[in-house]
């Protein structure tokens, strides 16, 4: 492998981890603080998708504003999501909330069948990013992977923001070390498990929305997401939004090089590369308590 | 009494399978027969969920080991009897869940779940990317196997209503052996891992043995009900080991009852009846499944098997209250 292509698979690497560590954070904050197995967590990436499929077709052009609604209207839907479905599940088993979160991917996948079809759809890439930079004579690359990273990487920063400079951000901490103390000590737990609920939607949502164009958006997408992402988050230690951002790297970086590398027996590489993991750590890179 | 009220519906339906295909259409005994081996695919699982609290969400893959150890196993012109497809199948499966159990039991919980998917998906694409099994379009069987007893050919498999048989005598033989097992001291100690491990840790209990070994007899018995799908479809894909498969799989024994033998049997039948009864009233049957699952979570806890005693709970209440 030369170095041009390097550079580009090593970029396409980081972008690929960079969305994954979005999608599996959210996931990693509803398990960490909720004790919530999200198998849908996947349907909410799919969402995201759709949703810029739906924005993009007619109701605004131009992109902070397409991200602005969407990201509002996620907030929003989450938000709902766990008060009707979600606050039901804290006291119930895992095997439960595993059933109930399945039965939502169906109705999710139905509903999506009857809004948008069964056919693969297109999101044109935005005028601003569609080109690409030229990096020998036949090797070029997308800006608009580029625009996903930064966009990833801002969203990251404020996450991290949020978590450890703002009073939420100090709940959700307490929250998921203690949720029995955090509730002795006056604060709403139930909005603040809407709100973390509301939040790890809107960061999967968020995700599925800006891979929309270079991935195409197309039934069963949230599938593959979903069972990568539980990956992340087993690899990474449950409830370590670090932790997910390492493990997101490990494993992007394991799927993008096992493609090039061992291309038929990429898809094992990963799961692969999860055995090791866990069997190095049984909890994860970083465990806690 | 009471034991011949327990008994009873066991036994009329029971008869009613046993006399089904006399009446039914073609279509129909394989519909049912389709749903006998997924009740003793169903009860495999349940041995880890229900019974010793391992949640495996990845028992496709011995059920797709299974399976594709058929076909790998009858090539072209071979004929093959099924004295030895049959064991050879089941084996390669619980070989499989005993090399994947010592690994994934040195893990729990949360963790337990997403090694064991983990193997399964390694399974998955071991199959689905490489040409070993013909790749993603997995394979069909060149011949189904044949049955010889004293040289006579007792069954056969082109014969979907002697599938139905020998699928249900396996049904009910796997049903009462996994009775029989459970009463046993060995079944009390799964029982005791379930709801103490650490408790049975300090009896002087090797707790990790108990575990491997029922995790390889589950690992065979998804063998057992991946061997009887190949031969009623007679095709292999790699559909069988994915995800999806070891999720619908959870959801009927789930849905049937946990820790219970018969749940997981209710479980099948409700979730092919419901399948099929939602497919052919409206398209969207998935959607039908998906708000049912959800009503289940809500109303049932404790799945089907745990209405008789809910009923029962309701009766009493009711009669002290006049």
Redesign the interface.
């Known amino acids: 492998m030369d170095i041009v292509s390097l550079l580009i698979q090593t970029l396409n690497a980081v972008q690929y981890g960079l969305v994954l560590f979005l999608v599996a954070s959210g996931l990693t904050l509803i398990?960490g603080i909720m004790r919530i197995?999200n198998?849908a967590h996947g349907s909410f990436y799919m969402i995201g998708a759709y949703m810029a499929f739906g924005l993009s077709s007619g109701i605004t052009e131009t992109l902070p504003a397409m991200i602005a609604v969407g990201l509002i209207l996620s907030f929003f839907i989450g938000f709902v999501l766990e008060w009707v479905?979600y606050a039901?599940l804290y006291q119930?088993e895992?095997?439960?909330q595993?059933?109930?979160t399945?039965?939502?991917?169906?109705?999710f996948?139905?509903?999506r069948?009857?809004l948008f079809g069964n056919d693969v759809l297109g999101v044109p890439v935005p005028e601003v990013f569609a080109g690409s930079i030229p990096l020998t004579d036949t090797l070029s690359y997308p800006v608009y992977r580029i625009f996903i990273s930064v966009a990833c990487l801002i969203m990251a920063g404020l996450l991290y923001y949020l978590i450890r400079h703002t009073r939420l951000g100090m709940m959700i901490r307490a929250g998921s070390h203690d949720r029995t103390m955090v509730q002795a000590l006056g604060i709403n737990i139930n909005l603040l498990f809407r709100i973390v609920f509301a939040i790890g939607f809107m960061l999967a949502a968020f995700s599925g929305m800006i891979s929309a164009p270079m991935t195409s958006v197309s039934p069963g997408m949230g599938?593959q997401v979903l069972?990568i992402s539980?990956?992340v988050v087993?690899i990474g230690g449950?409830g370590s939004v670090g932790g997910a951002m390492v493990a997101a790297m490990v494993i992007a970086f394991a799927d993008v090089f096992g493609k090039v590398l061992v291309p038929?027996?990429?898809?094992?590489f990963v799961?692969?590369v999860?055995?090791l993991v866990?069997?190095w750590r049984?909890?994860?890179i970083f465990r806690k308590g | 009494m009471a034991r011949f009220f327990r008994t009873f519906p066991l036994i009329a339906a029971l008869a009613v399978l046993l006399v089904f295909p006399m009446f039914g259409q073609i279509f129909y005994t394989e519909l049912v027969a389709k749903t006998l081996i997924l009740a003793i695919f169903a009860m495999s699982l349940d041995l880890l969920v229900g019974y010793t609290g391992l949640v495996s969400f990845g028992h496709a893959a011995y059920f797709g080991i299974a399976a594709y150890t058929v076909a790998l196993l009858t090539p072209a012109g071979a004929v093959n009897s099924i004295w030895w497809i049959l064991p050879v199948s089941v084996l390669a499966a619980a070989l499989a869940a005993l090399v994947i159990g010592v690994f994934v039991l040195r893990t729990k919980g949360i963790y337990f779940i997403m090694v064991t998917l983990a193997f399964a998906q390694m399974a998955f694409f071991l199959f689905h990317d490489t040409d070993l099994g013909g790749g993603s379009d997995g394979i069909f069987l060149n011949s189904k196997p044949t049955a010889h007893l004293f040289g006579h050919e007792i069954l056969t498999f082109e014969n979907p209503t002697h599938i139905y048989y020998l699928v249900l005598a396996l049904t009910i033989f796997v049903y009462l052996s996994l009775r029989w097992l459970l009463k046993t001291s060995f079944g009390h100690i799964l029982i005791g891992i379930r709801s103490n491990e650490h408790r049975m840790v300090a009896m002087g209990y090797n707790t990790f043995n108990y575990k491997l070994a029922i995790f390889t007899m589950a690992g065979g018995l998804a063998g057992l009900a991946g061997f009887l799908q190949v031969l009623l479809t007679g095709f292999v894909t790699p559909e069988m080991l994915a995800w999806h498969q070891s999720g619908n799989v959870l959801l009927v024994v789930i849905l049937g009852g946990i820790g219970t033998l018969i749940g997981p049997v209710l479980g099948a039948f409700t979730f092919v009846a419901l399948q099929e009864f939602a497919q052919g009233l409206v398209d969207r049957w998935q959607l039908v499944m998906g708000i049912f699952v959800i009503l289940v979570v809500f109303a049932l806890p404790g799945g089907l098997a745990a209405i008789p005693a809910r009923v029962r709970r309701r009766l009493v209440k009711g009669a002290q209250h006049d």
């Open positions: 398990f197995i198998l479905f039901f119930r895992h095997l439960e595993v059933l109930l399945y039965g939502l991917i169906l109705v996948e139905e509903l069948s009857i599938n069972i539980f990956v087993v449950i038929a027996y990429a898809g094992m799961y692969l999860m055995a866990l069997l049984p909890e994860g």
